[in-house]
């Protein structure tokens, strides 16, 4: 069964430094998201991504954040200067038509994203 | 904002007994969804509902959407160790069409 991969898993950086986070969506899917999970805490969505642009996104995906799709297979999340606070699991999803009208979300398994 | 409450946050019961587990909101959904998910791995679809009072069965698993579609219930028959996770809702809102997950109920199957 086709799925979302992720790379890398775990990620450590430094206060400050630059991370992109890669996502290999379901190839016929159209519709692509990112979301956070704090340690504990809920699944969060940040942005959702939708025919090259953004379609909507949260009061989290701040200037600090961005996405792109720079070839027809990988999503990206770029986090330009990582804060404490950015320590997270990081899950891309795509899903076959918008999510909102309740077409499913596929997950990948995740970055663990941790900021020293 | 709109809130989901999972509860219980933390279940653990013996294989072979049967429990429920609910999501809770005070707005209305237009449609929910049931997410498990286990440790290093992303969460796994289970099931959508959306209309006012539907119940959906997936094997052992009966979910249910409240008749005003603001909560819903996974009731789980002779669970099993392999049902073992975090079961997540996540409701899309019936007003602005925002996602949101509720914090998860644990469930652990003791053998």
């Known amino acids: 069964e086709p799925e979302v991969t992720q790379t890398p898993s775990h990620q450590v950086t430094q206060m400050g430094q630059e991370v992109i986070l890669r996502c290999v969506p379901i190839?016929?899917?159209?519709?692509f998201y990112w979301y956070r999970q704090i340690l504990g805490q809920k699944v969060e969505f940040l942005v959702s991504f939708y025919n090259n642009e953004i379609s909507e996104k949260s009061e989290i995906f701040d200037d600090q954040f961005s996405v792109e799709r720079p070839d027809g297979s990988n999503f990206t999340l770029k986090i330009r200067s990582t804060k404490l606070e950015d320590s997270a699991m990081y899950f891309c999803?795509?899903?076959?038509?918008?999510?909102?009208?309740?077409?499913?979300?596929?997950f990948g398994n995740g970055t663990r994203l941790t900021v020293t | 904002t709109q809130l989901l409450e999972q509860s219980p946050q933390f279940l653990s019961i013996q294989e072979g007994e049967n429990l429920t587990v609910y999501c809770n909101s005070s707005?209305?959904?237009?449609?929910l969804q049931w997410y498990r998910q286990e440790p290093g791995e992303g969460p796994v679809l289970l099931v959508t509902?959306?209309?006012?009072?539907e119940v959906k069965k997936l094997k052992r698993l009966t979910f249910q959407f409240g008749d005003a579609r603001k909560d819903s219930s996974l009731h789980i028959t002779a669970a099993q160790t392999g049902d073992t996770g975090l079961y997540l809702c996540a409701g899309v809102g019936n007003r602005d069409d925002k996602i949101i997950f509720g914090k998860g109920t644990r469930l652990h199957i003791l053998p």
């Open positions: 190839s016929n899917h159209l519709y």
């Open positions: 509902v959306v209309t006012g009072g």
């Open positions: 707005s209305v959904f237009s449609s």
């Open positions: 999803a795509s899903s076959e038509e918008d999510n909102r009208q309740g077409s499913p979300l596929h």
